[in-house]
């Protein structure tokens, strides 16, 4: 399992304050008005668009804030001024970041992410420069305990998984990006789906010392607690000695 995947488990289990939750909303609110503005409003025919709201319902978005935006994305309550902004970089340590935005303010979004590159040592690149070394996977994020984790596994690798991945309680099911809702309506309605979504993953991951990896660890944080940012991958692994300082 990468690093990052283990650092958001640990970032899951310290909990979310109302604050950060309101925030979380928010970035779940613009991906379903983005989703449905390009794909359309009908989530039977936009897969993109049914994903997105999976994910507000997994975390627990009321519905009512996914009917506004729903409407929102098809025109109906109000146009959006939201434009899709991607980066690519390098943070501390050499990592590869991808960071994927959005806002209805270019120049401020661009100048905040690249004074956070900066701060840290890392740099933005141009388009394409680490892309190269992501694919694009579903993965599916399950709680489990040892008495039912084999049983999990097996349901994914039958249903067309092509990685499972197990540690500490947690299993992630790695799928091509067409077979995610497949597979995850295969593992049943009584496995604790913690997060389904498409995700770059690392080709392969850079492994960090402690001292650059909590400095990496805090870029990461700072980059995923803008406003305009939605998501961050990076190829970086974390020692265990660097992602308890972070649970404590």
């Known amino acids: 399992m990468s690093g990052h995947s283990k650092w958001s488990q640990i970032k899951r289990q310290k909990g979310v304050t109302d604050a950060r939750r309101g925030q979380l909303f928010t970035k779940l609110a613009r991906e379903i008005i983005m989703t449905a503005r390009e794909g359309g409003a009908n989530p039977d025919s936009n897969f993109q668009l049914r994903l997105a709201i999976q994910k507000a319902k997994d975390n627990n978005m009321p519905s009512d804030n996914i009917e506004r935006a729903l409407k929102r994305g098809s025109g109906e309550g109000g146009s959006s001024d939201l434009v899709e902004i991607a980066f690519e970089g390098y943070g501390p340590g050499g990592i590869a970041v991808l960071v994927q935005a959005m806002s209805d303010k270019r120049n401020r979004t661009v100048q905040e992410i690249r004074h956070a590159f900066a701060r840290y040592g890392g740099n933005l690149g141009e388009?394409?420069?680490?892309?190269?070394?992501?694919?694009?996977?579903?993965?599916?994020?399950?709680?489990?305990?040892?008495?039912?984790?084999?049983?999990?596994?097996?349901?994914?690798?039958?249903?067309?998984?092509e990685d499972v991945k197990s540690e500490k309680g947690l299993i992630e099911i790695y799928t091509q990006p067409?077979?995610?809702?497949?597979?995850?309506?295969?593992?049943?309605?009584?496995?604790?789906?913690i997060s389904a979504e498409i995700n770059m993953v690392p080709k392969s991951t850079i492994f960090l010392n402690e001292h650059k990896a909590v400095q990496a660890m805090n870029f990461l944080d700072q980059l995923e607690e803008m406003d305009d940012v939605q998501r961050v991958f990076s190829n970086v692994d974390f020692p265990d000695s660097a992602l308890e300082k972070m649970h404590n």
């Open 127 to 161: 388009t394409g420069c680490v892309a190269w070394l992501f694919d694009s996977r579903g993965v599916i994020s399950v709680g489990c305990d040892e008495s039912n984790a084999e049983e999990i596994e097996l349901k994914a690798i039958d249903a067309g998984a």
């Open 178 to 193: 067409g077979d995610l809702e497949k597979v995850r309506q295969a593992l049943g309605a009584d496995v604790h789906i």
